[in-house]
Structures are given as structure tokens and as C-alpha cells.
């Protein structure tokens, strides 16, 4: 977990993008399969380490997917895609196994705690 949690976020500062709604606010979409990328092939790095880079936000994502279906202020077109992508993010963890699950969450834990 440890090398996983220094090379979770390695791409962030590339795919920044500023959110002009808040002051300092900024979004990394893509950030966890951006940095999977460049690890994927490194031989030294186990395959689990690679999941936990690739799949830390998944958590997150189903949370934030099934919000935004959910959420009657925005449109009907919106809210078809985002119930699109919480079906889409809901069948990847439907396929980690139990052990990896609760190891992702404990990862997203400490995710948070160090924010």
C-alpha cells in the first residue's frame, strides 16, 4: 500500500484543470488511470500495487456518479449519462474481489486522512 499511496496521484499536476465556480479549486479527472499508465509496464511494481493506483478513486466516482443520476436540478440528458457511468463504475467493483474491496477502501481512507 505504501508504494501504491506515493504513486496514486503521480499524473495529477498534469491533468489539472481549474474549476472557475470555486476560488482555488481544481479537478484531476482522469488522474488514476493516467498514473496506472505510466506504472502498468514497470516490472518491479506488484500487479496489486497497480490495481490500488488504477481503481482508488473508483469509491468516489460511484458515490459522485450516483449523486449526479439522482439529482433532479439537472437535466434529464445529464442525469442519463451520469446514471450511465454509475452502472459503468458499479460493474468494475462489481469485479474486484472482497479482499481488494476492503483493501481499497482502507486505502481510500487514508486517502482522505492525509488530505
Known sequence: MILAWLLHDIWKPLVATRDNTKELSFSFNGHEEKSYQIIKNI???????????????????????????????????????WNNEYKRQKEVWSKLDDNFKKDLTLFLKYDDYWK
Open 43 to 81: 516490472p518491479f511494481i506488484s500487479n496489486y500495487t497497480k490495481k490500488l493506483v488504477r481503481w482508488h478513486y473508483l469509491i468516489r466516482w460511484i458515490i459522485k456518479a450516483e449523486e449526479k443520476s439522482l439529482d433532479k436540478k439537472r437535466t434529464s440528458e445529464d442525469r442519463k449519462y
